[in-house]
T-cell receptor
Framework: AQKITQTQPGMFVQEKEAVTLDCTYDTSDPSYGLFWYKQPSSGEMIFLIYQGSYDQQNATEGRYSLNFQKARKSANLVISASQLGDSAMYFCAMRDAVPTDKLIFGTGTRLQVFP | SAVISQKPSRDICQRGTSLTIQCQVDSQVTMMFWYRQQPGQSLTLIATANQGSEATYESGFVIDKFPISRPNLTFSTLTVSNMSPEDSSIYLC???????????FGSGTQLSVL
């Protein structure tokens, strides 16, 4: 069965520093997608970044990058130059095999950025 | 990128009543999904809503409790029926943007049942 694991319930980072949020996954399907979402206290789920299992390069979106290590089944999110507004819950998710497109979520990491 | 409008954004309901949550997508999508996020927890998929067919429910969720409609390719509703305090959660809809690989979410409905 597919599974997503986030082992860091909470992380602290100082403003302007970089932080890495860990995510490991388990699947027997050769084709899959990995997502990171940010959930501020308002409750909405904000898409951050996507990595496909066949993508050769690590995904980047502005200050967000995904450190994809396929052999280790890890998909860590790196946030560079942290900002106070980055304080939120962060969820790693894996897309089920096409065509269902449903997501399986990890338990989340609460990131707090301090001045 | 697809934009999903979800309403209501929050509601406080009495035990035994029902609430219908609506999601409108600004483009046609094949599948829409409904998730529940209980307080302090991660997201759990309730069901997949396909246009023109019955929704597919995940283990632990049944149609009588969470009836879903999908009348066209841009709209879906989820009803939380005969509510109890245990139904107090955030409910989110999502859809797959077929132009790219992103799955987008509505802004969520924060439901409190007294």
């Amino acid at each position: 069965a597919q599974k997503i694991t986030q082992t860091q319930p909470g992380m602290f980072v100082q403003e302007k520093e970089a932080v890495t949020l860990d995510c490991t996954y388990d699947t027997s399907d050769p084709s899959y997608g990995l997502f990171w979402y940010k959930q501020p206290s308002s409750g909405e789920m904000i898409f951050l970044i996507y990595q496909g299992s066949y993508d050769q390069q690590n995904a980047t979106e502005g200050r967000y990058s995904l450190n994809f290590q396929k052999a280790r089944k890890s998909a860590n999110l790196v946030i560079s130059a942290s900002q106070l507004g980055d304080s939120a819950m962060y969820f790693c998710a894996m897309r089920d095999a096409v065509p269902t497109d449903k997501l399986i979520f990890g338990t989340g990491t609460r990131l707090q950025v301090f001045p | 990128s697809a934009v999903i409008s979800q309403k209501p954004s929050r509601d406080i309901c009495q035990r035994g009543t029902s609430l219908t949550i609506q999601c409108q997508v600004d483009s046609q999508v094949t599948m829409m999904f409904w998730y529940r996020q209980q307080p302090g927890q991660s997201l759990t998929l309730i069901a997949t809503a396909n246009q023109g067919s019955e929704a597919t429910y995940e283990s632990g969720f049944v149609i009588d409790k969470f009836p879903i409609s999908r009348p066209n390719l841009t709209f879906s509703t989820l009803t939380v029926s005969n509510m109890s305090p245990e139904d107090s959660s955030i409910y989110l809809c999502s859809a797959h943007d077929s132009i790219n690989e992103k799955l987008f979410f509505g802004s969520g409905t924060q439901l409190s049942v007294l």
